[in-house]
């Protein structure tokens, strides 16, 4: 932790700032004495319960708004983090499953939401973990394992890596792996790509077995894995231009703008208007599933108003919108949820909160940054947010497990002990960055785009996040009488308002 950080995390100490936290410091204690009272602690790793709420305190933004449902699960979800974090002797890591599972690595470990685990936690106050986290796969996990175990699924993990970066502002971390982000991103290569240069990846190494377009053994070419290249060949190229290596960056320039064009001209369905998966025999495969939304969620889909239509699939009853969320395939496909029992893994229809955050992403990025075509609105996103949230419930209880039924909210896997805690996901950094609009940047500034519809809120405040070596506060107070900083938004940086609006609009600020 630099000295600057440190003086920054103080601040929260200042009595004012103490007391304007106050409040939320005992609705934080309130919802922990809840989640703790309804969990037998199965498995403890570095924080136990008991722990939870100090290191809530110290640790994560506080947040308050007039909707429960999302209030409530931003703090299960942060409590339900905590429980993953875990010390072994090659580093502190993340797991995914809070039990241990046949195909995991050593110490349980998993790398597919390697990237979501990063993202999520880079807006912790003490997050130098993930620094161990991410050496951990790049040197350590493949060590005496019979199997690739950090390529056994998919990564974003230089894309996830530079989105920390640039909350955390650490660039020597940063560049001293660049080196071998670089031939990490070769061995992709060597592995996944074909002459076409598109790359291949079998679902389950995806993450998202037993799909309607794929399978264990087929090589198809889809939007999840030529999306995370683009995004990674994007983040070393800005790497490679911190480092001052210009050859490197006109490289990594020529890939990611080479895989864009591929995955526009070969995984685009003009006719369905919509990212498909593209099938060894050549044909795209007739059904739309949700990781066509993962192109925008790394920004790989040009502001053109022809791809803008897919995003009305969003809201079609018989497209992903379902009672309970959005499902991972189209429900006017005619093999929707007919691929298991219900209690394997079955990525045919159901509701997994891994492609609900990805779509989600994809969502708010197309509200917020792209201007062609207004087919959704921040309502829509809104109420797919609030259904994301209410979603985390079993038998009234506070819950994330691995997938949902679609109509009825039934976790698929019941209470299988594996599923419980399931951190495959995020949730924190949708709040944070997608509704709330925190949108970090390379240089000494921050944009805040709010997707929250002006009329929903009344108020809102994020409080406590932590951004290049200070402390941000955000406040919404609709008629200056909640917080009393004012009418509209005010954000602090160190305890000194930074920018005002009277209007929840977007606003750039600079520190």
């Known amino acids: 932790m630099t000295i600057n950080k440190l003086a920054s995390m103080l601040l929260l100490l200042i009595p004012g700032t103490l007391a304007a936290q106050g409040n939320l410091n005992t609705k934080l204690e309130s919802y922990v004495d809840k989640f703790n009272s309804q969990d037998n602690e199965a498995v403890i790793n570095k924080i136990d319960n008991k722990s939870a709420a100090a290191w809530m305190k110290d640790n994560i933004p506080l947040f308050a708004c007039p909707d429960s449902a999302i209030e409530e699960t931003y703090y299960f979800r942060w409590w339900s983090y905590r429980k993953h974090i875990k010390e072994t002797p090659e580093g502190t890591i993340v797991t995914e499953f809070i039990e241990p599972v046949s195909h995991a690595g050593k110490y349980n470990s998993i790398s597919c939401a390697l990237g979501h685990h990063i993202y999520e936690g880079r807006w912790l106050r003490n997050s130098d973990f993930l620094k161990e986290y991410v050496d951990f796969f790049l040197y350590h996990a493949d060590e005496g394992e019979t199997r690739p175990r950090f390529h056994q699924f998919s990564s974003w993990l230089p894309d996830a890596l530079l989105a920390y970066h640039m909350v955390e502002d650490d660039e020597k971390y940063l560049l001293e792996r660049l080196n071998d982000l670089d031939k990490d991103y070769l061995k992709w290569e060597e592995e996944r790509q074909l002459p076409s240069g598109l790359f291949w990846q079998h679902d389950v190494k995806d993450g998202m077995e037993e799909s309607v377009s794929g399978g264990r053994h087929v090589e198809n070419r889809r939007p999840t894995i030529n999306s995370y290249m683009y995004a990674n060949a994007r983040a070393l190229s800005t790497m490679a231009k911190m480092a001052g290596n210009d050859s490197l960056k006109r490289n990594y320039d020529t890939k990611a703008a080479h895989l864009q064009t591929l995955l526009l001209d070969s995984l685009w369905d003009e006719k369905d208007s919509f990212f498909k998966t593209g099938l060894e025999s050549g044909e795209l495969h007739s059904a739309r599933e949700a990781i066509g939304f993962i192109p925008w969620g790394f920004y790989a889909v040009p502001d053109k108003r022809m791809y803008a239509e897919a995003w009305l699939q969003v809201i079609d009853t018989a497209g992903f919108k379902a009672p309970w969320g959005l499902t991972t395939a189209e429900r006017r496909e005619p093999t929707f ?155 602090y940086a160190d305890g000194k308002r930074v920018a005002q609006s009277k209007k929840l609009k977007s606003i750039k600020v600079k520190l």
């Open 337 to 491: 949820r007919t691929r298991g029992s219900g209690h394997s893994c079955e990525w045919d229809g159901a509701i997994w909160p891994f492609a609900s955050s990805q779509t989600l992403r994809g969502m708010a990025n197309f509200l917020a940054d792209y201007k062609q075509g207004k087919q959704i609105t921040k309502a829509d996103f809104y109420e797919a947010v609030q259904q994301y949230a209410a979603s985390h419930v079993m038998d009234g209880k506070a819950y994330i497990g691995e997938y949902q039924d679609e109509v009825t909210g039934f976790w698929l896997k019941g209470d299988n002990p594996r599923s419980k805690f399931y951190n495959h996901s995020t949730f924190a950094d949708v709040i944070i960055q997608d509704l709330v609009g925190f949108k970090p940047q390379l240089d000494n500034s921050f944009e805040l785009k709010p997707l929250i519809p002006e009329e929903q809120w009344d108020y809102f405040t994020l409080q406590g996040v932590p951004y290049k070596n200070k402390i941000v506060d955000l406040y919404w107070d609709a008629d200056g009488s909640k917080y009393g900083k004012g009418k509209g938004l005010t954000v």
